[in-house]
């Protein structure tokens, strides 16, 4: 079974790097852009299942690059994440398809969580559950 595909937008490279050695662990292949035209070209080659994408990138901002994913396929899931509580922005990215968003700092716990979840891999499917 082909392994699931996780791109990772943000132009800070630290939370490139802690988000692909999490996600990489879980299994993921993971894929990283620093900026939005990147981004796109990651997306039109490598059609990942979900984007992990900040609001705030230098040069095309979050909404704009949600906006062109959405234009290549409509299928690819997105995660906003962003360090503002802009609110009308959040509310945007929702119209246009965004699943939910994370304010940062995010708790990486809850992330990995509703990637699995967003991604089929439930934490039911993943770990065993007991009391």
């Known amino acids: 079974m082909d392994k699931k595909k ?11 790097i802690l988000l692909l050695e999490v996600f990489s ?3 993921y292949e993971t894929f990283q852009a620093a ?3 990147t981004a796109l070209e990651i997306v039109k080659v490598h ?11 230098p040069g095309m901002d979050g909404l704009e690059i949600l906006k ?3 234009e ?3 299928d690819i899931k ?5 360090a503002y509580g802009e609110l009308d922005m959040i509310k945007e990215a929702t119209d246009l398809g965004a699943l939910m968003h994370f304010t940062k700092p ?4 809850e992330m990995r969580m509703a990637v699995n979840m967003q991604m089929g891999e439930g934490p039911a499917s993943r770990f065993a559950t007991g009391s």
Request: aromatic share 2%.
């Open 35 to 37: 900026n939005g035209r």
């Open 68 to 70: 062109k994913i959405k």
């Open 106 to 109: 995010f708790d990486i716990d």
């Open 47 to 57: 059609v990942p299942d979900l984007v992990l994408l900040d609001m705030k990138i």
């Open 6 to 16: 996780l791109l990772i937008v943000d132009d800070q490279v630290g939370i490139r």
């Open 78 to 82: 997105v995660i906003m994440m962003t």
């Open 25 to 27: 662990t879980e299994g």
């Open 72 to 74: 290549i396929n409509r």
